[in-house]
């Protein structure tokens, strides 16, 4: 009977009470959350996009051109479209066009069904072959002698006309260079605006893109076109966009 009352003398001086342990918690807390919370100066900046753009004229061109041919069985189909397409390949060459130059894009076999007309459901009238090379034509001012070579050869698809630079990274570089310029002068205007003076670059990000002024279009040709489709390659322009932060100097 001692040993036991002593154990829970020990016990009872040894615990604190589930209630006192609350209230102890409850004002630490309290006294934290009233502390003033150290907060580090904010860092002044300044972030501004620039552009710049240049102009360039294109050094060469991809046109797709093709032959679309059907009838009733596939053997006829592709003979015929075979025969039109070696043709179309002599005329390329014919015209300056070097073999590397000259490459399939597409070839498919499909069938040909009549209208659906109730209650038999369309028909199998025959087969369609289609057979389209992608050509890069390094002399661009006979892209209008080209294209009226390949009507001639026989050509039921023609079209996707785009000129492209063969080597923009020049150009590119000085469309950095505006873009940067262009930063740098709103990033001094805010500056002045605001009352204060501009620091030194911290950062740059880059994002840029070219864009041809003229779309790929697929268009379809006859033996009615003029002898040489007038074509204007016009200018490309390559663009570069950045974004600069500049810091706040003291």
Known sequence: MFTSRLAVQ???R????VGVLLAVAFFIGTVQAQAPEQKSPAEGRIVVTGEGSVSVAPDYAQIRSGVTTSAKTVKEASDTNAKAMTAITAALLDSGIAQKDIRTSQFSIEPDYTSASPPSGPKLSGY??????????RQIEKIGEILDRLVKAGATDAGNVEFLVSDPAKALDQAREAAVADARHKAELYARAAGVNLGRVEWISESAGYEP???PARSKLSPALPKEVPIERGEETLRAAITIGFDIAQ
């Open 10 to 12: 020990k016990t009872k």
């Open 128 to 137: 369609r072959v289609s057979n389209q090379v992608n050509v890069t034509i």
């Open 14 to 17: 040894g615990v604190l009470p």
């Open 213 to 215: 002024p003229l779309s």
